[in-house]
T-cell receptor, first 114, second 114 residues
Framework: GDSVTQMEGPVTLSEEAFLTINCTYT??????LFWYVQYPGEGLQLLLK?????DKGSNKGFEATYRKETTSFHLEKGSVQVSDSAVYFC?????????????FGDGTTLTVKP | DAGVTQSPTHLIKTRGQQVTLRCSPK?????VSWYQQALGQGPQFIFQ???????QRGNFPDRFSGHQFPNYSSELNVNALLLGDSALYLC?????????????FGPGTRLTVT
């Protein structure tokens, strides 16, 4: 079955540091890939997505590129802020299905210190 | 737009009891998916409802059942509760015509089974 593996956390960075959170996946089909963010006490919010190979998703300074050859979708940000502290989830969805039934990684907790 | 709403926010039940969780989808959405998020893990897909029928189901026992109403709202029922059912239950709404992953999550219901 489909699966997503994220780098283990927690990750602690100083403000303005560079962020990378690794994500690799296995899928039987040709999935769409996503990063979600979960702030304390809240549900998941879609951060960015990519639907085909070499696509780059971007939002709020975060970027991730769909790498089919390495089955990866690493999340990056050039300069993190304290407000970026949250749990980040990598996920995939089978493109043959409608929205729903996403497969998630276990999440990576990011703490940014001033 | 109220977004996806869930009730109750928190719930404490005893082993063997039954529980019902409720979800109202985002305005304009007709599909509801339910996920279970155990502590420190990513969300696991339970099932998805569209047109008042279960369309897809994850690897959850029959103790987990659901319902969707004509107004697209949904309920998740869990019978014969086990300690391992303690988790955050997330509802996500989408449209059948939406792209893969175009889901909007509610804040979740925290279920504690004692």
């Amino acid at each position: 079955g489909d699966s997503v593996t994220q780098m283990e956390g927690p990750v602690t960075l100083s403000e303005e540091a560079f962020l990378t959170i690794n994500c690799t996946y296995t899928a039987t089909g040709y999935p769409s890939l996503f990063w979600y963010v979960q702030y304390p006490g809240e549900g998941l919010q879609l951060l960015l997505k990519a639907t085909k190979a070499d696509d780059k998703g971007s939002n709020k300074g975060f970027e991730a590129t769909y790498r089919k050859e390495t089955t990866s979708f690493h999340l990056e940000k050039g300069s993190v802020q304290v407000s970026d502290s949250a749990v980040y989830f990598c996920a995939l969805s089978d493109r043959s299905a409608n929205a729903g039934k996403s497969t998630f990684g276990d999440g990576t907790t990011l703490t940014v210190k001033p | 737009d109220a977004g996806v709403t869930q009730s109750p926010t928190h719930l404490i039940k005893t082993r063997g009891q039954q529980v019902t969780l409720r979800c109202s989808p985002k305005s304009g959405h007709d599909t509801v998916s339910w996920y279970q998020q155990a502590l420190g893990q990513g969300p696991q897909f339970i099932f998805q409802y569209y047109e008042e029928e279960e369309r897809q189901r994850g690897n959850f026992p029959d103790r987990f059942s659901g319902h969707q109403f004509p107004n697209y709202s949904s309920e998740l029922n869990v019978n014969a509760l086990l300690l391992g059912d303690s988790a955050l239950y997330l509802c996500a709404s989408s449209t059948l015509a939406g792209g893969p992953g175009e889901q909007y999550f509610g804040p979740g219901t925290r279920l504690t089974v004692t």
